[in-house]
């Protein structure tokens, strides 16, 4: 898949600057991770493996990647401790329905870089999203000053806006756009379906989208090429480049197992984006929501 519009400039991003906003490593020799058993993803995935879209990605924010429940402060020690100089900020995991979620969250809090969390619902059952130990876990990452990351399926997202309720006041990161149909694309029941519910969802202020994920969602590349910049453009009009950050998702979506490499993804996202746009969508959305400094060493506002 080669963008009609491709990366260009500096760095191949067109000038601007790129920050990937979602991005895995692992080592299963070091924490267990039983999804990975038996796939081409079974082996180490280390920061000098990752795609960086031909040099011009200037960060990264690490997410944790579905660690065995009682490794999950492993993982985090573990890459807090990687070698990675452009690991600008992390999303760790933490078990939220656990009766002492705060101190886990509090724990992992603790480590350089941690800016979110993250509690896997991508196939919980709707009771369990609906559950009350659910809702107090999610208020202990607000408390904590903490970004929740909220990674579903596109047939979760109402239930996610009834987790969220009227009055949560944190900040939240849909991992994914919601990871919408893209086989039957924007126009089919269910993409119309996927769009209604990232409208309810956008009367969450505080709710940021990360562009990304679709490559895995998609059965092949014509697929990915013929629907994704129609469910791209789809999910920016709702929230706006403000609330958009891009990602690539490696090395699930992007990268030599995926089909697809970072330049690809970024290329589509950048040429649906538009120039304008582009900037706030490659960095400056994940800057502000992450807390990730500029390039001078200052905080950035927003």
Not at 111 to 135: F, I, M
Not at 147 to 176: E, K, N, P
Not at 271 to 277: C, F, L, M, N, S
């Amino acid at each position: 898949m080669t963008p009609s519009s491709p990366l260009g400039g500096p760095g191949g991003h067109g000038g601007a600057e790129l920050i990937d906003a979602h991005v895995h490593v692992w080592d299963p020799r070091r924490v267990r991770y039983d999804w990975l058993a038996g796939t081409p993803l079974d082996r180490p995935r280390l920061p000098g493996d990752i795609d960086d879209a031909d040099g011009a990605v200037s960060g990264w924010v690490f997410v944790e990647a579905d660690a065995a429940p009682e490794a999950a402060l492993d993982e985090a020690r573990w890459v807090a401790g990687l070698e990675w100089p452009g690991l600008a900020a992390m999303v760790v995991a933490a078990d939220l329905e656990a009766p002492d979620a705060g101190e886990r969250i509090g724990r992992a809090a603790g480590l350089p870089l941690v800016r979110g969390v993250r509690h896997l619902l991508q196939g919980l059952p709707g009771e369990r999203l609906a559950a009350p130990a659910l809702a107090r876990g999610l208020a202990e990452v607000a408390r904590a000053g903490l970004v929740f990351d909220a990674c579903v399926r596109w047939t979760q997202l109402d239930a996610l806006d009834r987790l969220l309720g009227d009055s949560f006041d944190g900040t939240v990161v849909l991992d994914h756009l919601g990871k919408p149909p893209v086989d039957e694309g924007v126009r089919s029941d269910a993409g119309r379906s996927w769009l209604a519910s990232l409208r309810r969802l956008a009367r969450h202020e505080r709710l940021v989208v990360k562009v990304s994920g679709l490559p895995a969602e998609a059965s092949d590349r014509g697929t990915l090429r013929r629907h994704g910049p129609d469910l791209v453009r789809a999910a920016v009009d709702v929230f706006g480049a403000e609330r958009c950050m891009v990602a690539g998702d490696w090395p699930v979506s992007v990268g030599a197992d995926a089909g697809t490499t970072a330049g690809e993804w970024f290329g589509l996202v950048r040429e649906v984006v538009g120039a304008d746009d582009w900037p706030r969508v490659a960095a400056g959305t994940a800057r502000a929501v992450y807390g990730i400094r500029g390039r001078d060493g200052e905080p950035v506002r927003d």
